[in-house]
């Protein structure tokens, strides 16, 4: 079955530290893996995407993610954070002929300052 | 390049009425998807447009429906509203070629079903 797992609901960091959100995958082909962050009352907002290649990928605002394979997961990391940062993220995979994505069920960041 | 626009912003129905919902994509963008978003179930998949076909269908009854016209703007349409149906209604678009494209998503439509 294709899922897409991000097992921490809520993680809150102060301001300055550095970010992980994880994220696993379950996809029977070659996925594509994206991350989006979503400000309270607005839209999806593309953080970075994987497609093949190099798997550390590089984003906006200053995040990463690395794509590992073997461990099908695709963490979102950033080394220090702001407190604009505070949002909640997706991780999402898809794959194919189709712009159909499965999300995770998102993890909420808090910013401490 | 203006982003993907979505209106109303909010809807506020009552139960058994219908609802359409619109969405411009991006100029250029001939693919249009459509998500549900709610607390319970997070993000889920409705369905996608490309050149006026539905290529894709999520999980959800036929009281569930879309359009795209040939300008590639794209309406949803919800008949027969349930309380559950209360739900961020997100719309996405992508360019020509599908393969791992990116979703640009607009900032919704706020449907509120009483």
């Known amino acids: 079955a294709q899922s897409v797992t991000q097992p921490d609901i809520h993680i809150t960091v102060s301001e300055g530290a550095s970010l992980e959100l994880r994220c696993n995958y379950s996809?029977?082909?070659?996925?594509?893996l994206f991350w989006y962050v979503q400000s309270p009352g607005q839209g999806l907002q593309l953080l970075l995407k994987?497609?093949?290649?190099?798997?550390l990928v590089q984003g906006i605002k200053g995040f990463e993610a690395e794509f590992k394979r073997s461990q099908s997961s695709f963490n979102l990391r950033k080394p220090s954070v702001h407190w604009s940062d505070a949002a909640e993220y997706f991780c999402a995979v898809g794959g194919g002929a189709t712009n159909k994505l499965i999300f995770g069920t998102g993890t909420l960041l808090a910013v401490q300052p | 390049k203006a982003g993907v626009t979505q209106t109303p912003r909010y809807l506020i129905k009552t139960r058994g009425q219908q609802v359409t919902l619109s969405c411009s994509p991006i100029?250029?963008?001939?693919?249009v998807s459509w998500y549900q978003q709610t607390p319970g179930q997070g993000l889920q998949f409705l369905f996608e447009y490309f050149s006026e076909t539905q290529r894709n269908k999520g999980n959800f009854p036929g009281r569930f429906s879309g359009r795209q016209f040939s300008n590639s703007r794209s309406e949803m349409n919800v008949s027969t509203l349930e309380l559950g149906d209360s739900a961020l209604y997100l719309c996405?678009?992508?360019?020509?070629?599908?393969?791992?494209?990116?979703?640009?998503f607009g900032n919704g439509t706020r449907l509120t079903v009483t």
């Open positions: 996405a678009s992508s360019p020509l070629s599908p393969e791992g494209s990116p979703l640009h």
């Open positions: 100029s250029g963008h001939r693919s």
């Open positions: 994987y497609f093949s290649g190099d798997t």
């Open positions: 996809y029977g082909a070659t996925p594509y």
